[in-house]
Structures are given as structure tokens and as C-alpha cells.
């Protein structure tokens, strides 16, 4: 538990900061950024604990090749839903969800069984998700133009009256079943 809420707070923090990086310099930088750092850190872990590559496999390596790309396009998609100037809060919602993708997809594909709460909780957080992201016609906003962007994937310079956007509920979504896919992946080929 403890773990969980180091984590929660850790994805929390992350998101606040995933928010300023993509509106100042644009998805790419900030993804490129972030993972480039979380890599380095990475690589001195490795070194540290010496971890073992003996039980690689080409099959176990292109599944962890899959997982790694897919994440990447999740990445990318919530960074993009970020800098579009959708609500963080609502996009750290909707891409959450992907534990319930995951989830849906381990039953399906792998024959796993979830139990009454199990299958009553994904629900739940499907259900909410829809419902906030959900506007009546009188509180919609027009999503951004993208052609005021000079550059595909740099933003525009911050602006203190900035208006919050619906525009990123898609990528936002696209960044939930991305996660969840590779979630699954990643669930199946590290074990």
C-alpha cells in the first residue's frame, strides 16, 4: 500500500510537471526530455544491481519492443491531450483507465478471471470517466486551431488567460488504450 501511494503521488507530481513541459516546449521535446532522463536512470540502476539479460528471448525481446512502443505512443498521445490545454486532471482520469483496459484485455487474450468486485470496479471507472468527460452543448469549447502551431508538435508560448480545452479527451483516450495494450504486454513478457 505503501508502494501504491508513493506511486500515486509520483504519477500526480509527474502529471503537473508533464503539463508545463508540453505547453512551453512542445510534445516532443518534453516526451523526448523524460524519457531520455527516466533512460539515463535507468541504465545506472542496471549497472548497479547487475541485472541479468540471460532470459532474454527474441520472443520475450519483441514483446518488450511492442510494450516499449506502444508506451511510447501513450506518451505521447498524454503529453499531446496536455498541451492541447485539456484540463490535467481530466486527462490524468481518462489515461488512469488503462489499468481497466489492461485488465479487460488480460481476460480476453490471456484467460484471465476477475471476480464480481473485479469486473463491478472497471465498470465504475469506465462509467465516471465518461461522465466527466461528458459536456453539455452550452460548456463545450472549440478544440484549439492547429494551424496557428508553426511547428507540428511545438507550442505556442504559454498565455495567462488560456481557456481549458475538451480537444485532448481523445488523445487522452488514445493514451488509455495504448497504456492499457502495453500494460499487458509488459504484464505478460516480464514475468
Not at 471476480?115 to 460548456?139: D, E, Q
Request: charged content about 5%; cysteine-free; glycine content about 14%.
Amino acid at each position: 500500500m505503501i508502494y501504491g501511494l508513493i506511486a500515486a503521488m509520483g504519477w500526480g507530481t509527474s502529471a503537473i510537471a508533464a503539463t508545463k513541459a508540453a505547453r512551453r516546449s512542445g510534445t516532443y521535446t518534453a516526451v523526448l526530455s523524460s524519457q531520455g532522463a527516466g533512460v539515463a536512470v535507468l541504465i545506472v540502476l542496471a549497472a548497479f544491481f547487475h541485472s541479468s539479460l540471460d532470459s532474454f528471448d527474441v520472443t520475450t525481446a519483441a514483446g518488450l519492443v511492442g510494450a516499449g512502443l506502444l508506451g511510447l505512443l501513450g506518451y505521447l498521445t498524454f503529453y499531446r491531450a496536455l498541451e492541447y490545454g485539456a484540463a490535467v486532471g481530466l486527462v490524468s482520469a481518462i489515461s488512469a483507465t488503462y489499468g481497466g483496459i489492461t485488465t479487460l484485455l488480460a481476460v480476453i487474450i490471456l484467460g484471465e478471471h476477475i471476480g464480481g468486485i473485479g469486473a463491478a470496479g472497471v465498470v465504475l471507472a469506465v462509467t465516471g470517466i465518461a461522465m466527466a468527460s461528458a459536456s453539455s452543448p452550452a460548456t463545450a469549447q472549440p478544440p484549439p486551431i492547429a494551424v496557428t502551431e508553426p511547428i507540428v508538435g511545438v507550442a505556442p508560448g504559454p498565455t495567462r488567460g488560456r481557456s481549458l480545452s475538451r480537444a485532448g479527451i481523445p488523445l487522452a483516450l488514445a493514451s488509455a488504450v495504448t497504456y492499457g495494450f502495453s500494460g499487458l504486454l509488459l504484464g505478460d513478457f516480464s514475468a
